[in-house]
């Protein structure tokens, strides 16, 4: 009987990483930099011990499909349902051949996917002088909240032209399209010192739900440089949203037990050729 009851008890992964988000630049040069933003989770029910997330680029129009390595990420030890951001910034090899590239992981020397479908297109950068250019990169958010809750957001934002970028904004809003009546509601601000030219800025900040937020799937709009305080070859390309982001449950402000990175922090992104790599946090 005893043995029956071993047998019929469900299996607990004891470590299970998980992927909660990823922020990694559409564009890229070879020799230029790549920097790499993730928020990775334990859902198993042990401790994981270091981990090692090695990151690709996989260029399919090859008839090889060649993994081509750019570097890794090594993270502390995560705690059974704990999480852990890591940001790193990556020099491209200096032979990598232009073409669309697929974004491939690698989980301790195993499951290497294609990440969210993510494509990096690489080609030679713009001249220097050239008009600064302001995009989103992305932005990394909790599946579910409620009203009134606390929750942490990463963002980033690159200049894909050849000047830097002085001060701007960025304004982050929840968007529900289900709901006509309902306009999108600001989630909060981001004061960008600057951008330095093909380069990034991150951050990490902690915003609160609306309390009169209507319970439903939201999506995330990141209005880049609504003011148009910086001159750019192309106003059009600054906005970044990605429908589906969130679900907003109904009730009063839940416990959240407090991430890595809860703190208000900014990181600027500028890589010489002589370095190999560099992390912000």
């Given at each position: ?30 020799g ?9 989770k334990?859902?198993g ?16 129009s ?18 059974s ?33 294609q990440?969210?479908q ?17 995009v ?17 957001v ?25 709901v006509?009546a ?7 601000t981001?004061?960008?010192?600057s951008?330095?030219?093909t380069?990034?800025a ?22 880049v ?17 990605r ?18 990175l ?11 050729q ?8």
């Amino acid at each position: 009987m005893i043995l029956f009851l071993a047998v019929m008890l469900p299996a607990h992964a004891a470590v299970n990483i998980t992927s909660e988000g990823l922020i990694v630049s559409e564009t890229g040069y070879a020799g230029g930099s790549l920097t790499v933003i993730e928020v990775v989770k334990n859902a198993g029910d042990d401790e994981t011990g270091p981990v090692t997330i090695s990151y690709y680029l996989v260029n399919e129009s090859e008839g090889n499909a060649k993994r081509v390595p750019i570097g890794s990420a090594d993270l502390e030890s995560i705690t059974s349902g704990g999480d852990y951001s890591s940001v790193k910034t990556f020099l491209l090899p200096l032979d990598l051949a232009d073409g669309a590239y697929n974004f491939v992981r690698e989980v301790m020397g195993k499951d290497t996917t294609q990440v969210q479908q993510k494509t990096i297109h690489i080609a030679d950068p713009l001249p220097d002088g050239s008009d600064a250019d302001l995009v989103g990169s992305g932005l990394i958010i909790p599946s579910r909240a409620g009203p009134g809750d606390q929750i942490r957001v990463i963002a980033a934002v690159e200049n894909r032209g050849g000047t830097d970028a002085g001060m701007f904004y960025v304004d982050m809003y929840l968007t529900n399209r289900s709901v006509q009546a309902t306009e999108p509601l600001l989630l909060g601000t981001w004061e960008v010192g600057s951008v330095p030219a093909t380069g990034q800025a991150s951050t990490t900040r902690t915003f609160t739900i609306p309390r009169d937020i209507v319970a439903g799937t939201y999506g995330v709009l990141m209005d880049v440089d609504p003011g148009n305080l910086v001159p750019e070859r192309d106003e059009a390309n600054n906005d970044w949203y990605r429908d589906g982001m969130i679900r907003i449950i109904a009730g009063g402000p839940q416990t959240i037990a407090p991430p890595v990175l809860m703190n208000t922090t900014t990181s600027i992104v500028m890589i010489s050729q002589d370095q190999n790599s560099s992390d912000q946090s």
